[in-house]
């Protein structure tokens, strides 16, 4: 499978999704096949598919699939409760809220018709996902073009941003990949991000598929790394982004933006406008999710850790704004983001 063909949502014509199940990367191969809400918010909260924008095209698929689905409440009814049992399948990736509020917009326009606009639905979540790849790939040259300014170098990320995370390229692991075709990038070097490993199970392998030189090491090994000045830019992607500028992020984010800034390393956001939340004034306002003990506690079926001990497992962390160097969106580049900067953007471009 090369990196371009890389698939994580296949949404197949006789009216069923196609999910690659990402708890099996990189050893096995596996498709979940999705046939109803219920089962792709599911697949949401297992980690069947991840990522922020994934998880937004998935949640408008899914209720594509409530759409189809029958039963004896009305279809109003139906796709409503749908809706809800989606947004609650994880909460710190905006991206999900959005996808849902414009099928939302959809269901509002066709309030009064008999029959669930399954058409209208679903032209709609293909759009989202079709969207998604295209505004990954004006990131990816916009970002590249910022890696330019002190190319040839090496850069570091974190978690999993890429294709599988997206409708397709990457957020930050696509800005890497069209850095790496415009010969701007020497290495990439991936951290494992503990404790689901995004990075060694799936980064470091999108990264394998396309013959980009990858270093894999643990995420403590990050400091030293930019210690000994081998890092130029740390590239990263985003759950949710508040007005301000500060970035919700896989948990370790914060720790590397720190370090960055102590060691002269650029800090690099990538996320397209559907990962921003202007209706937040900080991100002390981003709603962080924590995940189950056992993901500390075992490794497969064995015990890493006392059985009954108390666990502190937050998924994601908040960056401040002032320790970014510049947000990538498809709408153009911030530079030292602030309020005054996203605003800005934002109206400037509609
Ligand atoms: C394009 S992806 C940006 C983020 O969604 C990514 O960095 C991340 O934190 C994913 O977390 P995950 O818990 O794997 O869904």
Not at 50 to 62: E, F, K, N, S, V
Not at 71 to 82: E, F, I, T, Y
Not at 138 to 149: F, S
Not at 267 to 296: N, Q, W, Y
Request: some cysteine; proline content about 4%; overall charge negative.
């Amino acid at each position: 499978m090369s990196a371009s063909s890389i698939t994580p949502i296949r949404w197949c014509d006789d009216g069923h999704l196609e999910l690659l199940d990402q708890r099996a990367l990189p050893d096995r191969h596996q498709t979940l096949v999705v046939t109803s809400a219920a089962e792709a918010a599911t697949a949401i909260r297992e980690m069947v598919v991840r990522g922020a924008p994934a998880i937004g095209i998935t949640a408008a698929y899914g209720v594509v699939l409530a759409a189809l689905e029958e039963g004896n409440d009305s279809w109003q009814a139906r796709l409503a409760s749908a809706m809800t049992a989606l947004a609650e399948s994880r909460p710190t990736a905006v991206n999900l809220f959005w996808a849902l509020k414009h099928m939302r917009e959809i269901i509002a326009a066709h309030q009064h018709t008999e029959a669930a606009p399954v058409a209208a639905l679903l032209e709609a979540a293909r759009a989202i996902h079709r969207q998604d790849l295209e505004d990954n790939l004006t990131m990816g040259e916009l970002g590249a073009d910022l890696i330019a300014r002190s190319a040839p170098c090496a850069v570091m990320t974190h978690c999993n941003t890429g294709a599988l995370a997206t409708g397709g390229h990457g957020t930050a692991l696509g800005v890497i990949r069209s850095a790496w075709g415009r010969g701007l990038i020497t290495r990439v070097h991936a951290n494992e991000t503990r404790p689901w490993l995004q990075g060694a199970r799936l980064t470091a392998w999108e990264l394998e598929q396309e013959g980009i030189p990858v270093t894999l090491a643990v995420d403590s090994a990050a400091s030293l790394l930019m210690a000994q000045g081998r890092i130029g830019w740390l590239v990263v992607g985003a759950d949710r982004v508040a007005a301000n500028g500060d970035v919700a992020n896989k948990i370790g984010t914060l720790a590397l933006a720190v370090q960055a800034r102590h060691f002269g390393v650029k800090v690099m956001v990538v996320a397209p406008s559907s990962t921003f939340d202007l209706g937040l004034a900080s991100g002390v306002e981003i709603p962080i999710e924590s995940r189950d003990a056992r993901e500390l506690t075992h490794q497969g079926e064995r015990a890493v850790a006392p059985s009954g001990v108390d666990i502190y497992n937050p998924v994601f962390d908040v960056t401040p704004a002032s320790l970014i160097d510049a947000i990538v969106c498809e709408q153009g580049v911030i530079e030292r983001p602030d309020r005054s900067a996203i605003s800005h953007l934002f109206t400037a471009r509609g």
